[in-house]
């Protein structure tokens, strides 16, 4: 089938994105559920819905095995430091939006509160940077091109 580098890397953009949604359902229906200090996941699932949704990833991705074949879509590899270095670029934008001057158009910000929050998240800022540094891509990594499936 005669398919447009474009519309080949639409098809494969968004089936990426369906790809990883799928992952966390897999991981979620194994039980592997994160927490941390303000965010948990809980396992509400039942058994039958594990086998339910289990079902239903292999039925999407069959299709989407298809897709790829016919279309043929490359396999999209992307590596942890990079996914890791790229998480921590956008919380930076994420938490500026609790910079005192920003939260003012939620209301009157007291200086008590400015001054409480404001020393805690630079250490959160410097540690995010700190962990992106940790995780910067390497020069090398960067120049690989996309492994092909």
């Given at each position: 089938m005669r398919v447009?580098?474009?519309?080949?890397?639409?098809?494969?953009?968004?089936?990426?994105e369906l790809d990883d949604a799928l992952c966390e359902f897999e991981r979620l229906a194994a039980g592997q559920e994160h927490a941390g200090v303000l965010y948990e996941q809980v396992n509400t699932l039942r058994p039958a819905q594990v086998k339910a949704l289990r079902e239903q990833v292999d039925a999407i991705r069959a299709v989407m095995s298809e897709l790829k074949a016919d279309l043929r879509l490359q396999v999209e590899r992307t590596d942890s430091v990079t996914l890791i270095a790229a998480r921590c670029a956008s919380l930076w934008t994420v938490i500026g939006e609790l910079d005192p001057v920003r939260l003012q158009q939620y209301g009157h910000v007291p200086a008590e509160l400015s001054d409480y929050a404001g020393s805690r998240l630079d250490h959160i800022v410097?540690?995010?940077?700190?962990?992106?540094?940790?995780?910067?891509?390497?020069?090398?990594?960067?120049g690989k091109p996309k492994a092909e499936t």
């Open positions: 447009s580098d474009n519309h080949r890397r639409r098809f494969s953009s968004i089936l990426t410097a540690g995010i940077k700190r962990i992106s540094s940790v995780c910067r891509p390497s020069k090398a990594a960067m």
